[in-house]
């Protein structure tokens, strides 16, 4: 009886999935009339605050063109994406990738989110010859992945420019070139803790500071015991590094506990959101990262229309919070796909791959120009200020923009202060 | 009733009708693989279904034959990725070579192992060989060659094209299946199943344990290797976590429990099973690996010998039977 039982409940799951998954092909097979884009995204897993509102935005776009179709092999069409869950895991990220091109037959492809899951969906891309927007990935760690590229344009910051930016961070917080300042490096040796640490040991080097050099360690270590030891050894001045959130939590609550005294501390990738930021406790504010979006940048879309602090009540009103960073490149990196189309006015893939290289628009995170080339990768740099966790007067954590050395356009917010993550105060 | 059912002769379908029938299905795959009848999805779907029947069949022999339970054989899997990748974007040289080497450093590594892990039995092999794999992913982590965690690509031009990789994998696939039915039907085999049944009772009767589970050991790290290059090649980049993952020996799991553990045709099942499956719950992001998980424990429940298992009880048959007769002829 039992047996039947189960056979009769897991006959069940199959076939429901089954007619589900059936009846989800009909609506995209529905369309002569849709342009289809494929999108592959870390909604669950390490990453899955990066995926955050990939939903929301596909849904602002897809409504968006659904009530303004654009023309496209003389026809007025509307936009399917197909989103597929990468679980932050590389294999899967291939895998969604080649599913997209074989069995959705999608006329473009989306490589978003970190290196992780741009450069393994951006390779296939390359492969099976489907025009590529790579966005919200730096430009090195993907440019150094392949000899050539036919297919791929990325849309974001070069390292050199990240450095630039961390570097201007430092000397508001009274850290100058040449000072021989002592660097303390926490770098994971994954992607992107690999390319940083290289081009940065180099960069900082050359600008006279003094590099401790921890060593690379695997991400999601837990004892950081002989970093702390290392940098309370040396005296560190200041922190630089990209992390992980749980990486860089394990390793600043080991570097406070083992007493370093840290004048200024610069961290990409795990303070881009609020909940990372808070999670650290009293220790959050003071902390310096780069900002590539924020609510008061002066950007509207070509596309919609909408600006910047327009967007982010658009998101708040539905999410409850502030729009975060990769979100809004979630919504650019669709808009360059609409744009992409609408310039085409085809969907012949090498005719859409051309059109995006001509693109010259402006996009909620900036304007792109994708006239610039690092080895075989034609990119377009998005833009980067820098930007420091405080509190207000409520001790709600806000996200200032203290510095825009980089890009003047942008306003900033405030003032570089002095926070509890300055643990050695100079005032 | 029950009793009625155990009396019934068991049918063993392995005589010349069987056999023709394995040849005719895999020359229509071969021929729908080169002749290019298939699309490119249904291929892709063909090479996915190959290499995890391969990879396995590998598992099955091990934990399923053997008594071997690895929770490690994703050691063989990485090893293969990166002499691939390391093969053609390292050292220049052609995508054959790069599997044979995948082959020859995997047989290298099991044989240095096998001194290491067979002293240990049952749970504490598991454990062990789980430990081995994530010390090597450690190891790719931060080896500066292999460029640490930023992982390598397969460097090759031109691509091969997606009918060549079906056809490779294909071969891959039914040397692995041969192998199996083979080895099992041999004196070999039957010491296998003996000493999965009660080791002591095997070593005291005359099978030698060691040579044995070497064997054994050395061919499941080859199969797996071979197959994963081949996977790698389709997936054209090769990360530490990607090849080294514990999710590869889950995938096994999964497909040789569904497919019923101990049989050479339950991996078979257990990877159509899998990778339609995988296919259909891409559609439901963040519920995949929750169905996938209820599915197992339904199954590991209620079937606990798996589809095919369950179903050679039930129907009295067996295909690619380990048993060298059959109670249906002799009766």
């Known amino acids: 009886m039992k047996k039947v039982l189960a056979a009769i409940l897991a006959a069940a799951i199959v076939l429901g999935l089954c007619s589900c998954a059936g009846e989800a092909g009909k609506e995209n097979s529905s369309g002569a009339d849709t342009i289809k884009i494929g999108y592959v995204n870390p909604t669950t897993g390490a990453l899955a605050g990066n995926g955050e509102g990939c939903e929301w935005a596909v849904k602002q776009i897809t409504d968006y063109v659904k009530e303004h179709p654009i023309t496209v092999d003389g026809k007025e069409k509307t936009i399917d994406v197909k989103v597929y869950d990468s679980k932050s895991d590389q294999n899967t990220c291939t895998e969604m990738a080649q599913k997209l091109i074989e069995e959705d037959n999608i006329d473009l492809m989306i490589a978003i989110q970190t290196p992780n899951t741009v450069i393994p969906v951006a390779q296939v891309a390359e492969r099976y010859g489907v025009p590529c927007i790579a966005t919200q990935s730096p430009v090195d760690p993907l440019a150094n992945s392949l000899d050539e590229f036919n297919w791929t344009y990325d849309f974001f910051y070069t390292l050199d ?215 075989g990768l034609p990119y377009s740099s998005s833009v980067l200020t820098g930007g420091q966790w405080q509190r207000d007067k409520n001790g709600e954590l806000n996200l200032v923009i203290i510095d825009n050395s980089l890009y003047p356009e942008i306003p900033l917010t405030g003032k570089y202060q002095e926070g509890n993550a300055t643990t050695n105060k100079k005032s | 009733m029950s009793d009625k059912r155990l009396q019934r002769p068991v049918r063993v379908l392995d005589s010349l009708p069987m056999l023709i029938v394995c040849i005719a299905v895999v020359s229509v795959l071969y021929a729908v693989c080169l002749l290019r009848i298939a699309s490119n999805n249904a291929m892709r779907y063909m090479i996915q279904i190959f290499l995890y029947i391969t990879m396995g069949q590998m598992w099955n022999l091990l934990s399923g034959f053997a008594g071997m339970t690895s929770l490690g054989q994703q050691l063989y899997i990485g090893l293969a990725g990166y002499s691939v990748a390391i093969a053609t974007a390292k050292l ?82 039914v040397m692995s299946i041969a192998v199996v039915y083979l080895l ?148």
Request: net charge positive; hydrophobic share 45%; aromatic share 12%.
């Open chain 2, 92 to 173: 220049h040289l052609t995508l054959g070579v790069g599997l044979v080497m995948s082959v020859a450093v995997s047989v290298v590594v099991a044989l240095v192992l096998s001194l290491l892990l067979f002293r240990m039995e049952g749970m504490y092999f598991s454990i062990a060989t789980w430990v081995v794999a994530e010390a090597f992913e450690k190891l790719f982590l931060s080896w500066k060659y292999v460029e640490q965690g930023s992982g390598l690509t397969i460097r090759v031009v031109p691509y091969p094209k997606i009918e060549e990789i079906c056809a490779v994998s294909l071969t891959v696939c």
């Open chain 1, 161 to 375: 420019e990240v450095y630039e930016s961390q570097r201007a961070l430092w000397e508001k917080a009274g850290y100058a070139r040449g000072s021989k300042a002592k660097v303390g490096l926490l770098f994971a040796n994954d992607t992107d803790g690999t390319s940083w640490h290289d081009l940065f040991t180099k960069r900082l080097a050359e600008d006279g500071y003094t590099v401790v050099d921890p060593g690379q360690y695997p991400s999601k270590t837990t004892d950081f015991t002989n970093v702390a030891n290392k940098f309370k050894e040396e005296k560190i001045d200041l922190i630089a590094g990209t992390n992980i959130p749980p990486d860089f939590m394990n390793a600043y609550n080991a570097v406070i506990e083992a007493g370093v005294k840290i004048g200024c501390i610069t961290m990409g990738k795990c303070c881009l959101l609020q909940s990372d930021v808070e999670a650290l406790g009293d220790l959050a504010d003071g902390i310096m990262t780069q900002v590539w979006w924020a609510p008061s940048n002066p950007f509207k879309s070509d596309l919609t229309g909408l600006d910047c602090k327009k967007i982010n009540e658009l998101y708040k009103k539905d999410n409850g919070r502030v729009m975060p960073q990769p979100t809004a490149f979630a919504y650019a990196g669709l808009e360059l796909a609409v744009q992409a189309f609408k310039e085409a006015a085809t969907t012949d893939k090498k005719a859409v791959y051309d059109a995006i290289g001509k693109l010259k628009c402006q996009t909620i995170v900036g304007a792109v120009d994708y006239s610039k080339k690092q080895k």
């Open chain 2, 184 to 331: 099992l039907r041999t004196r070999t085999g039957l010491g296998l199943t003996a000493m999965r049944d009660n080791l002591t009772a095997a070593s005291a009767v005359g099978v030698n344990v060691f040579n044995h589970k070497l064997l054994v050991y050395v061919i499941a790290a080859a199969f797996t290797a071979v197959s994963a290059g081949i996977f790698f090649v389709n997936k054209g980049i090769v990360y530490p976590e990607s090849g080294f993952g514990i999710s590869w020996t889950v995938s096994m799991i999964f497909i040789v429990t569904i497919g019923g553990s101990g049989t050479v045709s339950g991996p078979i099942t257990g990877a159509v099973i899998y990778v339609f499956l995988q296919e259909l719950l891409a559609h439901y992001p963040g519920w995949s690996n929750i169905i996938l998980g209820a599915i197992t424990i339904l199954v590991i429940f209620f079937l606990p010998k798996g589809i095919m298992g369950t179903l050679q009880e039930k129907l009295r048959f067996e295909i690619f039977s380990a048993k060298r007769f059959s109670f249906a002829k002799h009766k």
